[in-house]
C-alpha cells in the first residue's frame, strides 16, 4: 500500500524517468502534472473495476417524492458512490439524477440494499496491485506532457493491461463464486 498521492505519483514519474516530487503543489512542472492527473485517473480506474478494497453496502430508504414516470421509488445513493455492483439477472432500475442527485430508480420497494463501488481517496486503502496499475495510468497520461515519446506511451499501456491483468486475477480470489443459473434444457432433462 502507498503511503500517500504523491508515493503514487512517484511511481508514476519513475516509470517515465522523470524527475520526482516532494508534494502535488509543488511548484515543479510534474508536480502540477500529478496534481492535475491524479484524482480524475484515480476514479476512472476506481469505476472501471469491481476492486475488493473499494465494494461497500448500503441499505438506501426512498425518496419522499417518486419519478415523474415509469418507477414507483427514487433512491439516492451514497456520497461516496461510483457504481452499482450488478446483481445477477437484475435490471429493473436505472441510476439517474432525482431531484438534485444521483439516485437508484426501481420499482422495488424500500429499503433498497445494494453493493456498490465506493470513491476511495484515502492511498493506505488501496491494494498495492491498485497502486501499481494507478502508477502505470498516471504515467501513461502524464507521459507526452513530460517525455515527449509516443514509445514510451506505448509501453506503458502495455505495462497497464498487465497490471491489471494480474490484479483482476489476485481479486478475484477475494470475491465469493456466482452461482450458476441452471438451464432450463438441461433442469427438463431430469
Known amino acids: 500500500m502507498a503511503a500517500s498521492d504523491v508515493a503514487i505519483c512517484n511511481l508514476a514519474l519513475q516509470k517515465l524517468g522523470a524527475e520526482r516530487i516532494v508534494s ?5 512542472p510534474n508536480a502540477r502534472h500529478c496534481n492535475v492527473a491524479f484524482a480524475p485517473t484515480r476514479n476512472k480506474l476506481l469505476r472501471r473495476y469491481a476492486w475488493s478494497f473499494a465494494k461497500a453496502r448500503a441499505s ?3 425518496h419522499a417524492t417518486a419519478p415523474a414516470f ?17 446483481p445477477p439477472n437484475e435490471v429493473d432500475w436505472i441510476v439517474e439524477r432525482h431531484q438534485g442527485r444521483r439516485a437508484i430508480l426501481s420499482n422495488d420497494t424500500g429499503p433498497l440494499e445494494i453493493r456498490y463501488i465506493a470513491t476511495v481517496e484515502d492511498p493506505t486503502e488501496f491494494d498495492p496491485l491498485f497502486d501499481d496499475a494507478l502508477a502505470a495510468a498516471l504515467a501513461w497520461q502524464m507521459c507526452e506532457a513530460i517525455t515527449q515519446s ?29 452461482e450458476a443459473v441452471e438451464d432450463p434444457w438441461i433442469a427438463a432433462r431430469r
Open 24 to 28: 502535488l503543489t509543488q511548484d515543479h
Open 70 to 86: 415509469d418507477f414507483d421509488y427514487a433512491y439516492p445513493v451514497p456520497t461516496d458512490f461510483m457504481r452499482l455492483i450488478l
Open 60 to 62: 438506501l430508504a426512498a
Open 150 to 178: 509516443n514509445t514510451k506511451k506505448a509501453d506503458l499501456v502495455e505495462e497497464f493491461k498487465e497490471g491489471i491483468r494480474v490484479a483482476r486475477q489476485m481479486n478475484a480470489f477475494e470475491v465469493l463464486p456466482a
